[in-house]
């Protein structure tokens, strides 16, 4: 079973700089993407940043210039460098991973993408 744990979250000053970083255990072998989510209270969750294997990054409109996504592909983590922050930005930030998962039926195995969630971390932006 594949877990995501994420780190780095906390409160900070406008202006000011975070970094999360995402850790996996279990069966990631196979992570064909990982990336960062967002929700903020009453919002629907957002996507922030997200780095395929392919390489092409994908920020948000928010993110953009600010944010920076890294990944290390050998030890599937996943970090976010996030500066300039506004208050706007607060918001508990998920961890995010796609990963082509064995499926066994009938004495076959398959892979299929499915897509893995940490718990969450809580990032504040204060005035």
């Known amino acids: 079973q594949v877990q995501l744990v994420e780190s780095g979250g906390g409160l900070v000053q406008a202006g000011g700089s975070l970094r999360l970083s995402c850790s996996t255990s279990?069966?990631?072998?196979?992570?064909?993407?990982m990336g960062w989510f967002r929700q903020a209270p009453g919002k629907q969750r957002e996507l922030v940043a997200e780095l395929p294997n392919s390489g092409r990054t994908n920020y948000s409109d928010s993110a953009k210039g600010r944010f920076d996504i890294s990944r290390d592909f050998r030890e599937n983590t996943v970090h976010l460098q996030m500066n300039r922050l506004r208050i706007e930005d607060t918001a508990v930030y998920y961890c995010h991973a796609l990963v082509d998962t064995a499926m066994h039926k009938a004495g076959l195995t398959f892979f299929l993408p499915m897509d893995y969630w940490g718990k969450g971390i809580l990032v504040t932006v204060s005035e």
């Open positions: 279990g069966g990631t072998v196979r992570v064909t993407a």
